[in-house]
């Protein structure tokens, strides 16, 4: 079935690092792909989407390629900054948008 | 416009009694979905709504959770006996399943359940 596999943390970063997040997934065809974030106390947030191979999603300075290639979908950031602290989770939806699936979460923390 | 809300948000109750937990999707969403969140811990799917569609249940641990969703919109998520293994965030989420649609997921700040 379809799944996906993140990266385990925890990550400590200093500030201004360059970040990156691994996600590789199986899936049957071309499903969504997606990044969440929560940050501390909060609810799961939309970071950014892609919806099929070679979309580059992009919000606040994160990035993340959909690879069909290297089933991927690698988060990535240049200059990450101390508000970036948090967990972020790959998540991918079935064609039919019934099935979402999410990976087990990465924290974050940024030191200054 | 608003998002999508659950009450309470911290719920604490004494183990074997019963819980009832409420959503309230973003208005215009044919889905709606319910997560699990033990601490430190990925999201557990729980039941999905799509529509006037027989629920997806695979997701409910035993029979003494389920879930209904009335008239298309608001959702309870009901746990019976509840225990302590049953203390987690209780996550909702909704998403436009039509055409056009990336289906992402909008979350609510979930509810705190906490079983003594």
């Known amino acids: 079935g379809d799944s996906v596999t993140q990266m385990e943390g925890p990550v400590t970063l200093s500030e201004e690092a360059f970040l990156t997040i691994n996600c590789t997934y199986t899936a049957t065809g071309y499903p969504s792909l997606f990044w969440y974030v929560q940050y501390p106390g909060e609810g799961l947030q939309l970071l950014l989407k892609?919806?099929?191979?070679?979309d580059k999603g992009s919000n606040k300075g994160f990035e993340a390629t959909y690879r069909k290639e290297t089933t991927s979908f690698h988060l990535e950031k240049g200059s990450v900054q101390v508000s970036d602290s948090a967990v972020y989770f790959c998540?991918?939806?079935?064609?039919?948008?019934?099935?979402?699936?999410f990976g087990t979460g990465t924290s974050l923390t940024v030191i200054p | 416009g608003a998002g999508v809300s659950q009450s309470p948000s911290n719920k604490v109750t004494e183990k074997g009694k019963d819980v009832e937990l409420r959503c309230d999707p973003i208005?215009?969403?044919?889905?709606l979905y319910w997560y699990r969140q033990s601490l430190g811990q990925g999201l557990e799917f729980l039941i999905y709504f799509q529509g006037n569609s027989a629920p997806d249940k695979s997701g409910l641990p035993s029979d003494r959770f389920s879930a209904e969703r009335t008239g298309g919109s608001v959702s309870t998520l009901t746990i019976q006996r509840t225990q302590q293994e049953d203390s987690a965030v209780y996550l909702c989420?909704?998403?436009?399943?039509?055409?056009?649609?990336?289906?992402?997921?909008?979350f609510g700040p979930g509810t705190r359940l906490t079983v003594t």
């Open positions: 208005s215009g969403h044919t889905a």
């Open positions: 998540a991918l939806t079935s064609l039919a948008g019934n099935q979402f699936y």
């Open positions: 989420a909704s998403s436009f399943l039509g055409g056009g649609s990336s289906y992402e997921q909008y």
């Open positions: 892609a919806t099929k191979a070679d």
